[in-house]
């Protein structure tokens, strides 16, 4: 067996992501695929569109072999978080020979040489990341800047790596090659360049649309406009998703929740949540009190320093409760289990694997983690269970619709 992973949102899986498995699985040569896959709420601090296990069947018909949940705590993180969450579960399952990611940029080298200068993190380039800071950039956009002022101090072109901190990709790219690193990990890394529209295009540009692009367009129009841009099967699930709740999910659905939330806090209790700087608590408190819509609210509060994904997260964090201890917990322990949420015959062969090469509780039925009496575990599905209850109550208003992960089983080909 050689099996190739992919850390993924699928939100929802397109001719881009169709184009990337089948690119890695010609580079590597290999025999099966793993999708660790995030489930009810995406990296940007938003719900899926469509639920996870619709995501989920819509991987596996276009010819992923495995899909695993990347719980939510490690989905709704930065780039950092969020690459460093799902190249553990990788690590972890100690038989993933390949881990294939996309970038704008496919000189790897390039990008190891950025991810080595992040790692060791010389002194010269601290210096300059604290100047940037101090000028009120973003923590990403100071990295950026001061990767690029730093490199050319060493003699490097800086035209070249300047370009590539500009893109999504490549920025998530360098973070799975720091989490590799971190973990002294075997798993090779293979870089695919991106086909088609950019990660952020919001609009429609080629024939290989982004996701942003399909999901702003499923939003503002009708389904039957983004036909051309799905495969056969994302369409079919995607209608399927429809039909059923008559709607997809996004962020305004929780304005209410939201306008609850604000209106019972204080800006004490913001400061237990990730990302959150010195006076931006304030901030959130007093913009939250003048606006109603919270896309309005985010925007508002949004600035160089602090980007719109970024408060997006936090209140996705604030939604589910979820705290800076907590998060910091869960990453300072192991990984001990896997859940399943998709698979074909091939996907039992690495299961099968998996078992035989690690001790992870391999968790199929939902109810089952609570037999393992592992505080860890319990710590871990239980916030899942809440970001389910959460996820479905953006969607569905007249028949609440809670314990899915107990309802639902895993798809199975």
């Not at 129009?221 to 429809?242: N, R």
């Not at 037999?371 to 710590?379: A, G, Q, T, Y």
């Amino acid at each position: 067996m050689k099996a190739v992973g992919f850390i993924t949102e699928y939100n929802p899986f397109h001719y881009g992501h169709k184009y990337h498995l089948e690119k890695s699985k010609d580079i590597t040569n290999a025999t099966h695929t793993i999708a660790v896959m995030s489930g009810s709420f995406v990296q940007r601090g938003e719900p899926s569109l469509i639920d996870k296990w619709t995501k989920a069947k819509m991987a596996i018909d276009n010819g992923v072999d495995l899909v695993i949940e990347l719980p939510f705590v490690y989905s709704v993180q930065s780039a950092e978080l969020f690459a460093y969450g799902g190249i553990r579960i990788l690590d972890a399952m100690n038989i993933v020979d390949f881990v294939a990611f996309g970038v704008e940029n496919e000189n790897i080298e390039q990008l190891i040489k950025i991810s080595d200068t992040l790692i060791d993190e010389p002194a010269e380039f601290s210096v300059l990341l604290r100047k940037y800071l101090s000028q009120g950039l973003s923590f990403s956009s100071s990295r950026s800047r001061a990767i690029e002022d730093y490199l050319q101090e060493k003699g490097t072109d800086e035209t070249a790596y300047s370009s590539i901190l500009k893109k999504s990709n490549n920025i998530l790219a360098i973070e799975y090659l720091k989490a590799l690193h971190r973990l002294n990990s075997k798993i090779q890394p293979i870089a695919i360049k991106r086909q088609g529209d950019d990660y952020n295009d919001v609009g429609i540009k080629s024939n290989i649309a982004s996701a942003t692009g399909i999901r702003n367009k499923v939003l503002k129009d009708k389904l039957d406009s983004i036909t051309s841009y799905l495969p056969e099967a994302s369409y079919k699930y995607l209608k399927e998703f429809y039909d059923k709740y008559q709607t997809f999910n996004c962020f305004n659905n929780y304005n209410h929740i939201f306008q609850y939330i604000f209106r019972t806090i204080d800006a004490d209790y913001l400061t237990n949540f990730m990302d959150m700087e010195n006076g931006l608590e304030n901030r959130i408190i007093s913009i939250s009190k003048k606006y109603y819509e919270i896309e309005k609210i985010v925007e508002k509060i949004a600035t160089k320093r602090y980007p719109s994904t970024r408060i997006k997260r936090i209140f996705i964090h604030l939604l589910n409760d979820l705290t800076k201890e907590i998060i910091k917990e869960i990453y300072n322990n192991p990984v001990e289990y896997i859940r399943i949420l998709g698979s074909n015959k091939k996907g039992f062969e690495i299961l099968n694997e998996i078992k035989a090469n690690t001790n992870l509780s391999i968790i199929t039925k939902f109810s089952d983690f609570e037999k393992l009496n592992n505080e860890s575990i319990n710590l871990m599905l239980n916030i899942e269970k809440k970001a389910t209850d959460l996820y479905y109550l953006g969607i569905e208003k007249q028949n609440p619709l809670v314990k899915m992960d107990y309802l639902t089983s895993p798809y199975i080909k």
